[in-house]
């Protein structure tokens, strides 16, 4: 089975930082790697996939990179509404999610 | 619009069984994989899982293996769970995803789920 280790499991940031998110692969995932950003009492929200690829209807201020068994989600400048927990998910054999990333206010 | 409508959560005994359905619209289901993710109270994300669109290829997480059989009927437009034998680990809120063809398998749209409790 392939693990994903998401760090840190929280941030503190303010308005207008910029913020990143590490998610590591137990193997080689090439590609198949996507972010989704959920808020309390709410589904999740597909924000990257692909490694790279924002998808449609997503700020630009979310960009994500990487390929084999690293990977990172950067918010540009952070905004109010971007206070949320963050997860990586990898396709590559069936799925698995890493346990989250908290962005809270500073 | 994509909408997806999870039902049959609830409160169910240790060692019993649940079914739940997913109910799809706004787009050709038959087209479509479909998967059930897992989120307990105050935990993270744990796909659960998946079906190809003709249940040709299905998959599952080892926790559920054996336990759980994921089915779908794309005349109904519909995606179902079978849950047997649960436990109190099995007590979570299920969503219903669809994937994103074009999407390296990410899921595009999620329904709201549907709450399961294991308790005696």
């Known amino acids: 089975d392939i693990q994903m280790t998401q760090s840190p499991s929280s941030v503190s940031a303010s308005v207008g930082d910029r913020v990143t998110i590490t998610c590591r692969a137990s193997q080689g995932i090439s590609s198949w790697l996507a972010w989704y950003q959920q808020k309390p009492g709410k589904a999740p929200k597909l924000l990257i996939y692909?490694?790279?690829s924002l998808q449609s209807g997503v700020p630009s201020r979310f960009s994500g990179s990487g390929s084999g068994t690293d990977f990172t989600l950067t918010i540009s400048s952070l905004q109010p509404e971007d206070f949320a927990t963050y997860y990586c998910?990898?396709?590559?054999?069936?799925?698995?999610f890493g346990q989250g990333t908290k962005v809270e206010i500073k | 619009e994509v909408q997806l409508v999870e039902s049959g959560g609830g409160l169910v005994q240790p060692g019993r069984s649940l079914r739940l359905s997913c109910a799809a619209s706004g787009f050709t289901f038959d087209d479509y994989a479909m998967h059930w993710v897992r989120q307990a109270p105050g935990k993270g994300l744990e796909w659960v899982s998946g079906?190809?669109?003709?249940?040709?290829?299905?998959g599952y997480a080892d926790s559920v293996k054996g336990r759980f059989t994921i089915s779908r009927d794309n005349a109904k437009n519909s995606l179902y769970l079978q849950m047997n034998s649960l436990r109190a680990e099995d007590t979570a809120l299920y969503y219903c995803?669809?994937?994103?063809?074009?999407?390296?398998?990410?899921?595009?749209?999620w329904g709201q789920g549907t709450l399961v409790t294991v308790s005696s």
């Open positions: 692909a490694a790279s």
């Open positions: 079906i190809s669109w003709n249940s040709g290829s299905i």
């Open positions: 998910q990898q396709a590559n054999s069936f799925r698995t």
């Open positions: 995803a669809k994937e994103n063809n074009s999407g390296y398998g990410s899921f595009d749209y």
